[in-house]
């Protein structure tokens, strides 16, 4: 019964809950000698002027404690039972510990004290069994409800607790789903454009796009199990995508880089802007002979992270919303999983007639 859930795999593990239940054991009959020390004073009787007594009564108190604390090691068992359907089971058993304290009492009585023989009472008078039962009813049922909300509590922070384990593992599977989208798609473009170079004749080109796109498949899938890398190595990544595209489009592709020096080491959503930089490539270049320029760029304001992906090319409008298509709703959904309102993304044509998107996110570095 722990925190993290391993309460079936190690029973007998001693927990943040079975030191709260002992803390709360000893605390609760402390109290209850205290108070039974209290009322002594304020009403002396002529049972204290008896030998033994206080050893008698230090021997109650250390069993009424030993005889509680059984009664947990029976009752955590019972961890996942309601908080009301516990307490019924913790009083039904407490009948039968507050009889086995009352024998074990009258024990200490006896053998520690003179009060039966100078009182005339018998081993076990049923009148004072009967007085002593109830006297210790109250706080071993007292003790019962108190268990009783302290596993309410714990259940329902282990409730909590795998709830929110639950979420982040459906968040994990549906963040992997959506990034494994994005490699098929390149995938399939990159092949498509290695075999129009053969078709084309060009086979060294094919070849260095091959040994190229290998490399590029080695660095994205080599971070795939973390869904936060850091931005520098984004830009290594997306480096090696367009020094692909670059073998294609020799003459009409150049890249740029506005990164400031002091955003390389965020952690930013892996391949967050792959497909970002596909679109521009590929409508850019496909409505134009032109030379056209892709910049990938990064600055700091703050605590806020700004991304963009830019062209210069003729690909704007509504084709540049087209080329998104499902790209720009699986960036959306990963930002939204991964930051909620914390993050947004832009898009739009640029002045010159290009394409530019924005993605601004919490500036955060690796721990």
Request: some cysteine.
């Amino acid at each position: 019964m722990t925190d993290d859930g391993d309460f079936e795999t190690r029973p007998w593990a001693f927990t943040r809950l079975d030191g709260m239940v002992v803390v709360l054991t000893f605390v609760f009959w402390t109290i209850n000698a205290l108070q039974l020390g209290a009322r002594t004073l304020i009403s002396p009787s002529s049972l204290n002027q008896f030998e033994g007594i206080g050893l008698a009564r230090l021997a109650s108190l250390a069993t009424g404690i030993a005889l509680t604390l059984l009664m947990w090691l029976f009752l955590r068992r019972l961890g996942e039972t309601r908080a009301f359907a516990w307490f019924w089971r913790a009083a039904a058993l407490g009948l039968v510990v507050c009889l086995v304290h009352t024998v074990l009492n009258g024990a200490y009585f006896w053998l520690l004290t003179d009060y039966h023989e100078q009182a005339g009472e018998r081993f076990l008078d049923p009148r004072s069994v009967a007085s002593t039962y109830i006297s210790f009813l109250w706080p071993i049922m007292t003790w019962s409800a108190l268990c009783a909300i302290i596993v309410a509590g714990d259940n329902l922070n282990r409730q909590r607790i795998r709830t929110a384990l639950a979420q982040a593992a459906a968040q994990q599977a549906q963040l992997a789903a959506l990034r494994l989208q994005i490699q098929p798609h390149f995938l399939f473009n990159t092949l498509n454009s290695i075999s129009s170079l053969i078709g084309d004749g060009r086979t060294r080109e094919a070849d260095t796009t091959v040994l190229r796109l290998a490399a590029f498949l080695k660095h994205t899938l080599s971070a795939a199990p973390r869904e936060l890398v850091r931005l520098e190595s984004e830009l290594d990544g997306q480096g090696r995508y367009l020094d692909i595209e670059e073998v294609r489009f020799p003459d009409r592709l150049r890249r740029r880089l506005a990164v400031a020096p002091d955003t390389v080491g965020a952690m930013v959503p892996s391949l967050i802007l792959q497909p970002f930089v596909e679109n521009a490539v590929k409508h850019g270049l496909s409505r134009s002979l032109d030379l056209m320029t892709v910049e990938i760029g990064a600055r700091r304001e703050g605590s806020r992270l700004w991304l963009w992906v830019s062209d210069d090319g003729p690909g704007g409008g509504v084709a540049g919303v087209r080329g998104l298509g499902r790209s720009l709703e699986n960036a959306e959904q990963r930002l939204a999983l991964l930051y909620g309102p914390e993050a947004a993304l832009r898009y739009g044509p640029t002045p010159s007639g290009g394409w530019r998107v924005d993605v601004e996110l919490p500036f955060e570095v690796a721990a």
